[in-house]
């Protein structure tokens, strides 16, 4: 394998250290910055300036680097692994991705992020899904920045408020910084418009918690976890970035789960 990464923020860097030994070479940067870069690791701005022989992308740069580079990497025959799965709630942007892909004979890579029991409601779709909700809680301080910030007292908050609800493909629209695990549960099982989406401003949440509620012909379940953000960035999930790697090791392994 020989990888870039798209982005060198918080998740971008440590996705590029945990790749360094399995073949990293390139970034792909909005703008070269002055200081020179590591050893080996070339920077680019664009696709088509990229090494020979690149394999794959790995967007790290959320919705804005899918959509400036994700088209271009697929076209060009070069897998992508994304972790911006919010932004395939965009119809257009969807079809460009599947598009290009057919027209370069890759393959778009949808990381699962910070929320687990994919496989399982992956699974469960194949039988047919009568019901699956996604629960976002974060502490108010979270939701700064997003259309909460209008609806609800944030800072003044002394209980739980529930300021969205919804399907997946609105909370995608709406909270694009937000609702990549609403997107990765939807495209997991039910789609977009078949999702239920609960976001929840919690003052006494010590972290962020998603939950998944499913129900259908295989039975019904329920999951949670509450994820720590990386130390360097109190708005980044560190599972979602170790996700990013662990779908690289993954896709190299002889042996998958």
């Known amino acids: 394998m020989k990888l870039a990464v798209i982005g060198a923020g918080s998740i971008g860097s440590y996705v590029a250290a945990g790749l360094r ?11 070269l910055p002055a200081d020179p870069p590591s050893a080996g690791i070339v920077r680019v701005t664009r696709v088509a300036d990229l090494p020979e ?9 959320g919705h804005g680097g899918l959509k400036a580079h994700g088209a271009a990497a697929l076209e060009a025959g070069i897998d992508v692994v994304t972790l911006s799965l919010g932004a395939l709630a965009d119809a257009d942007l969807h079809a460009d991705l599947l ?6 004979h890759a393959r778009l890579h949808l990381a699962s992020g910070a929320i687990g029991a994919l496989d399982a409601l992956r699974a469960a779709a194949v039988g047919g899904l009568d019901h699956v909700v996604y629960v976002g809680r974060k502490p108010p301080a979270g939701w700064v920045g997003s259309p909460a910030e209008a609806l609800v007292d ?13 399907t ?5 629209r709406d909270y694009p910084k937000n609702a990549n695990v ?11 418009d078949a999702t239920r989406v609960h976001l929840i401003a919690d003052p006494a949440a010590t972290g962020n918690s998603h939950r998944i509620e499913a ?3 295989f039975g019904r379940f329920g999951f949670e976890i509450t994820g720590n953000a990386l130390p360097d960035n109190p708005r980044s999930s560190a599972l979602a970035a ?4 662990a779908e690289i090791r993954r896709i190299a392994a002889r042996v998958t789960t």
Do not use: K, N, W, Y
Not at 154 to 166: D, N, S, V, Y
Not at 182 to 192: E, I, K, M, Q, S
């Open 53 to 61: 022989g690149i394999t794959h992308v790995i967007d790290c740069a």
């Open 182 to 192: 609403a997107a990765a549960v939807a495209l997991a099982g039910a789609g977009f």
């Open 99 to 104: 598009r290009a892909a057919e027209i370069g």
């Open 242 to 245: 170790m996700s990013a790697v």
């Open 168 to 172: 997946a493909r609105d909370a995608a």
């Open 215 to 217: 129900e259908g012909a």
């Open 21 to 31: 030994d399995q073949g990293l070479a390139a970034v792909i940067l909005r703008r």
């Open 154 to 166: 944030l800072p003044g908050l002394t209980e739980p408020a529930t300021f969205f609800e919804g």
